[in-house]
């Protein structure tokens, strides 16, 4: 009989360092070590398209030893393997063994009535910082794309809080918002996707601040607050990660098509920046996730090589069950166990 010391999986789960990658269509969420190797996984593969994996995942975050995903389903002529589409709005909350010990949403249901989402994409732990009784000790914040709205929910599934809510101005609603991270001072920054805009509201539902790049926008997939107090923004139509000040100036950008071999538009879809200066960036219709440094150097990269094409998709997409070097398939999100740099720690 082996002991769990005996599992060198065992003994990677959940190390600080380790990716854990959002690996889309693909439909699994993967934790990986540096060098790429696969230490834990949630989902079936890319022809599975039941309750058990995970379908058009597009954000993960590590709470605790525990994982909260996001389904967001896969739109009708996507990818070859779905060609019909798949309905998946759910955001889940497994332990280490796979197992589901909390969900908002259903698979194969879209609405917005109770325990009911469309489209969602992304979703933020936040602590109660409490001692409680119930299965999430917190709350989740989820971006509810298809409903254009943001909402958290707690373990009993009520909306204990939603943004627009009562704020009604046309200029403050959102349309295909995409993220939302809780700051320190308890405003919520919003990725407002379809408005080429990320906002900042205060705890009164009224925008503070509006980020558009001095106007250069053409969308905003993921916003987040950095220890400077600048903005990174995520403008995945420009094919850009940007830095902007606090005066809305564009401070620091690097392109994901830049390479010669990158298809014309890969759409990336999250920038992190980390806590050593680096930003990790989910190079999506690239099919791979990229580490850079300030100077726009790649330091790492996790997938295939890249391989230029004609489609919407890079043809380098693949799948394996031990390593991402030998394929991811539309990357969403990754990021570092355990570095919370400019998002809401758990």
């Given at each position: 009989m082996s002991s769990d010391c005996d599992n060198p999986e065992e003994q990677l789960f959940n190390q600080s360092g380790?990716?854990?990658?959002?690996d889309q269509f693909n439909n699994r969420v993967i934790e990986?070590?540096?060098?790429?190797?696969?230490v834990w996984s949630f989902g079936l593969g890319p022809t599975n398209f039941t309750p058990n994996s995970i379908i058009g995942v597009n954000d993960a975050e590590r709470v605790g030893d525990l994982t909260l995903m996001v389904g967001t389903g896969i739109k009708s002529g996507v990818i070859p393997e779905a060609p019909t589409g798949v309905i998946d709005n759910r955001v889940i909350l497994v332990n280490k063994n796979g197992k589901i010990i909390w969900q908002y949403g259903q698979f194969g249901q879209t609405g917005i009535g109770y325990n009911l989402l469309t489209t969602p994409?992304?979703?933020t732990f936040i602590s109660c910082h409490k001692s409680t009784k119930n299965i999430l000790n917190g709350t989740v914040l989820i971006t509810d794309q298809g409903n254009n709205r943001i909402i958290q929910v707690d373990d009993q599934k009520e909306i204990v809080w939603q943004y627009p809510g009562r704020n009604i101005n046309p200029s403050d609603q959102l349309n295909s918002p995409s993220s939302a991270e809780k700051l320190k001072d308890g405003n919520i920054l919003i990725a407002d996707n379809g408005n080429k805009r990320a906002i900042e509201i205060n705890k009164r539902n009224i925008v503070v601040r509006v980020f558009t790049a001095s106007g250069?926008?053409?969308s905003c997939s993921f916003a987040s607050r950095l220890p400077n107090g600048n903005t990174l923004l995520t403008d995945s139509i420009n094919n850009r990660i940007i830095e902007v000040n606090i005066d809305d100036m564009i401070v620091w950008q690097y392109l994901t098509n830049s390479e010669l071999q990158s298809i014309h538009s890969p759409m990336p879809t999250r920038g992190l920046r980390l806590r050593n200066g680096n930003t990790l960036i989910s190079d999506q219709f690239n099919n791979r996730v990229i580490r850079i440094?300030?100077?726009?150097?790649i330091l790492a990269y996790y997938g295939l090589p890249l391989k230029s094409g004609s489609g919407t998709i890079g043809?380098?997409?693949g799948y394996n069950l031990m390593t991402t070097q030998l394929g991811l398939y539309s990357?969403?999100?990754?990021?570092i166990i355990g570095d919370y740099t400019g998002i809401t720690p758990p």
């Open positions: 380790n990716i854990l990658i959002s990986v070590t540096p060098r790429g190797e696969i994409v992304q979703a250069t926008l053409k440094n300030s100077t726009v150097s043809p380098n997409n990357p969403s999100d990754a990021k």
